[in-house]
């Protein structure tokens, strides 16, 4: 097992979009270029969702056309549905993420849809991206544990995360939406996802509702999974997921990964300075906890 690990930079889209304080278009764009600094090379820029149900995604289209694009650096972004995909294709964005919930009650919450209608709007939009040559990524929630239904079957996690896969999405995020899983649950259900569909097609997206994230993040290590989504400074949440913390920090996924003797190409200095920009020039209130270290740190140089 190579011990190369793949981060997703989801900050500027599942951070931003369950922060009171909405950032502007320039503000955006300039988390997003300091993120690239920093090294990040898959980055989630936004959404195109409805701008009523997620108001801080608004201008999402301005910020793709005010990005640079360079080779090897993928801007990725989230749509629930063919409207969103059209958005997408307008705003010129290659890499989509489609989303949807391992139960019923979180995705009617979420996309005000059932788990069918939400498959069959997927397999359109899927169908879509790929005429128009997009990579997908795919993303289910809640898959260990629901804030409306509790404990949540694994056997279901398996079943829609194969159906979307066999959409074309390039590798599926198993979410741990509200932070419910503990290590026991994500190292039994990363062992039952790489089984089924081998480690280039499973990603992890924790947060850190219960501090569990990083032990949660070690075990899936140990199991063999090697993508994962942070979001710098441990922003964010999901505003359809009652008690969602924000997601697990980059920055502390990163520090993890480099006392394990992991391979990752982001430069630790240059990612804390997007999380303390957010905290100290922004006023964000943020969810990491290597930040503080990092800043004693630079302070006692
Ligand atoms: P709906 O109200 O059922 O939509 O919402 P509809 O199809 O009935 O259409 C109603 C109106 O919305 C129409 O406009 C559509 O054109 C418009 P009207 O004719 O009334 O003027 N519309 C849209 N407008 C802009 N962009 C669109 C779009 N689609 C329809 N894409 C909808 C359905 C999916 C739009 C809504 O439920 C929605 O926007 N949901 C998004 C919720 C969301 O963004 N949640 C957070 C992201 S998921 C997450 O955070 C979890 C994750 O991080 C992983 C994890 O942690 O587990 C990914
Ligand atoms: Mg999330």
Redesign the pocket.
Known sequence: MNDEVRFIE?GPR?GL?NEEQILDVAERIEMIESLVEAGARDIEIG?????R??PQ?KGTDEVARGLEHQEGLRYWA????L??LE?AVAAGVDHV?I?MSATEAHNQS????SITESLQALEETARQARAESMTIRA????VFGCPFEGEVDFDVVLDIGEKLLDMGAEHL?L???IGAGGPREIRNGCRRALDKFGAKKVAL?L?DTQGLALANALVAYEEGIRLFDGAVGGMGG????PG?AGNVASEDLLNLFEHLGASCDLDMDRLCRVAQWLQEEKGFCLGGRYLDYWRANQESD
Not at 139 to 142: A, D, G, M
């Open positions: 989801v599942d979009q959404s195109f969702v409805h701008p149900w997620v995604m989230l749509v629930p549905n409207k969103g958005r993420a989303f979420n996309l005000n849809r993303y289910l929630s809640v995020s979410g741990d939406t997206h947060h999901c505003p359809y997921a969602a």
